[in-house]
């Protein structure tokens, strides 16, 4: 069954930003992701006379797709975030670890990589999440790819056991111990309350206003008292409202103007990037906040330090001074 490129592409189509999101989920790398779908679509195309219809092109997509994830975990490994690797330092003014450049982070997903319609976001929240992304990442590899399967795509057992080349009982039982390995990975994980979608606009307008004035006093009624706060690369993190905040007051928040923050969004979830302010007055591209929201208040803030993801983002290097506030710029 001969088919052109044009053809092909327009085929497909329908189901890249799907497959993106089930490669992101695998590998916590969007950029890893990007290239697992290429490698995907390219093998599909170059195979597809071998295609005999058995199976729905959405179901053979996602079989080239998932092996694809999987040879790119075997090359690299799991992504941690920094709470993975330890507990949290309560000290805040304990001096941050090194950057561990040699560790591969897990990574923040722009939501408009994974749909371009924001209302259909919501229907992907809970498996994009931030949370769900990382604990996922406990689990080895194939176990991964049979939960991510079997609960997030919904694929019928059957259908899972053709795809990853076993029998249905042994799908049966690798979903089981993936469950049983979440469990145990996040006993604690909470089911996350959010408020109101007006309600969470005041709330990321007073994040960024307590950013932008290095207000501390809103920065404290703004976050929740078991507030988290992590920083890739750095291994560090702080646990609890007043650390966090005794850390941002010493750290971050020195003087007002010198941060400016955007709103966008990430894995479903509320997020940031922030800009300082360098010599001549412009704002530089230097990180992106991704925020859990509960009952009103924020209680985890990943902070990314990587550049590099701005541009996944749909977001400039730089800003100009007088660049209006970022409230203003609601994404």
Known sequence: MSIDNEEFSRMVEPYRRELLAHCYRMLG?????????QEALLRAWRSYDGFEGRSSLRTWLYRIATNASLRAIEQRGRRPLPSDLGGPSQDPAYSLAPSRTDIAWLEPVPDRLVSP???????????IRLAFV??????????????????????????????????????NSSLQRARAALLEAAPAEETTTEPVEADTRALLDRYVAAFE??????????????????MPPTPTWF???DVVTGFLSSRVLRSP??????????NGQPAMAEYEIVDGGVYEARAIHVLEVTDSQVSRIVVFFDTELFPLFDLPATLPAATAPARDQRA
Do not use: K, Y
């Not at 790398?29 to 779908?37: I, K, L, Q, R």
């Not at 319609?117 to 498996?127: E, I, N, Q, T, W």
């Not at 103007?257 to 990430?266: F, M, N, S, Y």
């Open 257 to 266: 103007g010198q941060l400016r923050l955007i709103p966008t969004r990430a």
């Open 117 to 127: 319609d924001p209302a259909a976001v919501v229907g992907l929240r809970g498996s």
């Open 213 to 230: 004035n290095a207000d501390v006093a809103e920065l404290q009624r703004v976050l929740l008292e078991t507030v988290a706060l992590e």
């Open 239 to 241: 646990s609890g409202r």
């Open 134 to 171: 990382a604990t996922l990442q406990h689990l080895p590899p194939r176990q991964r790819a049979v939960l991510i399967l079997r609960e997030v795509i919904g694929l019928p057992a059957a259908e899972v056991a053709d795809l990853l080349d076993t029998s249905t009982a042994a799908i």
């Open 29 to 37: 790398s969007v950029h890893e992701a990007e290239d697992a779908v």
